[in-house]
């Protein structure tokens, strides 16, 4: 079987041939490429990555064709030209199709250009795409639980040289939407991994076959286990974006309510640090709710250290006010941390509450905080919530069964296809 990926980022070994460290996300295709490529199902494995950092080029590393196609770093900031740009990009992708001629095409994620290959049926190779966010969903919580007339009120000059991007996001992730719901429909098959995801694929295109999947955690997660005995009391981490639409506001003003019972509170938060308007209000947060010497951000961080923060936290805590698989979550369940996560979207699959962790909704402050309160007293709950995640965890991201999964996908996917691959 020969398969071609298009990913929304450069996976680790065409960042390590371009000389750059792998940052940021999309950590499961990282983990993905190599128990893949030595699958006796498959053959030959491309993959496809488009974005102003990289450049027209193919490359060998390690049997896996990588191909990079170079887009407009103006088109893709500013909008103007993006059309055009993204049509040459495909007429790029065609060219490699033609080339590589794979059996089956993979796309990672709905969010970007890639699926118009298949809406505008520019390819009669069979295609499936992978759930990873939910662009409609995204829109909706696109500045958490903050209006239109609030992002206008911290919107500053500097983002007006970026064309406000804080401000312009809802309607970036409408206009995905609306092209996610294109591609589902296009299509041959869908890979998901919640009952969330699975829903809104049956409404919005319930005539595409759905596989489940789950995804390949990074190695490093799997050996270490969190004790209570190791932990410092009353440490807190969590990770993400430091944005309004993950909860980070919301996840400071619970710290707050907790720093009154706890004056020995430790918070780590590990994310890009941006400096915009979402990054301003969290830093004023922080001073305002007297944290300066409880809160440190951490910025971006590698998979060991965030390994380290884990079993060196009471517990991990996630108040993102949507995501699908939360891959930081999973790799706390991992370890075995205690968890408390917002009761929404695909997070009520891979947590289960007072089973495997505690829940609390989305924007609540107060129940974060009464939440994580009741597992720094309670050491019992911790070793039996984090024992029990742990074991679902290791369950779920068992790399052969995960190979398995997507295996008979693509195989199935291939079978079904129309002899035009429609």
Not at 9 to 28: C, Q, V
Not at 72 to 91: F, P, V, W
Request: aromatic share 10%; proline share 5%.
């Amino acid at each position: 079987m020969r398969i071609l990926w298009f990913t929304h980022i450069p996976i680790a070994p065409l960042l390590n041939h371009w000389g750059r460290k792998t940052k940021g996300t999309g950590f499961w295709i990282h983990s993905l490429i190599d128990p893949l490529n030595q699958s006796p199902a498959v053959s030959r494995i491309g993959v496809v990555y488009a974005g102003p950092d990289g450049h027209d080029e193919h490359v060998e590393i390690d049997d896996v064709d990588y191909y990079g196609v170079g887009q407009s770093y103006m088109a893709q900031r500013t909008g103007i030209g993006k059309r055009h740009d993204e049509n040459r990009c495909l007429q790029a992708f065609i060219g490699v199709i033609e080339k590589f001629q794979p059996d089956i095409i993979h796309i990672h994620g709905t969010e970007r250009f890639y699926g118009r290959l298949k809406v505008h049926r520019l390819t009669d190779v069979p295609t499936i795409v992978s759930i990873q966010g939910i662009m409609g969903e995204c829109a909706r919580h696109a500045w958490g639980d903050k209006t239109f007339f609030d992002i206008i009120f911290l919107t500053s000059f500097w983002e007006a040289g970026r064309l406000f991007p804080t401000l312009r996001l809802r309607s970036n992730f409408l206009g995905r939407a609306q092209l996610e719901t294109q591609i589902l429909n296009s299509v041959n098959a869908v890979i998901g991994r919640t009952d969330w995801d699975r829903g809104y694929c049956r409404k919005v295109a319930k005539q595409t076959p759905y596989h489940h999947v789950d995804e390949m955690m990074r190695p490093e997660f799997f050996g270490p286990r969190w004790n209570i005995s190791n932990a410092p009391r009353h440490r807190i981490y969590t990770s993400g974006r430091l944005t309004f639409l993950k909860g980070i506001h919301v996840f400071l003003e619970a710290m707050a309510i907790l720093k009154e019972d706890y004056p020995d509170l430790q918070v780590r938060i590990a994310g890009q640090i941006s400096q915009n308007s979402e990054n301003r209000y969290l830093q004023n947060q922080v001073r305002q709710f007297g944290l300066t010497d409880t809160v440190r951000f951490l910025d971006w961080i590698p998979g060991p250290q965030i390994v380290e923060e884990l079993l060196a936290a009471h517990c991990y805590v996630n108040t993102s006010f949507i995501e699908n698989g939360c891959n930081a979550l999973q790799e706390a369940m991992l370890l075995g941390c205690p968890c408390v996560a917002t009761f929404t979207g695909g997070m009520t699959t891979t947590l289960r509450h007072r089973q495997t962790g505690l829940m609390a909704p989305a924007g609540c402050a107060h129940m974060f905080a009464d939440a994580v309160r009741e597992l720094f007293e309670n050491d019992s709950l911790c070793e039996s919530l984090g024992n029990a995640a742990r074991e679902v965890a290791i369950a779920r991201h068992n790399p052969e069964r995960i190979l398995e999964q997507l295996i008979a996908a693509y195989t199935e996917t291939i079978q079904r296809a129309e002899p035009n691959g429609f």
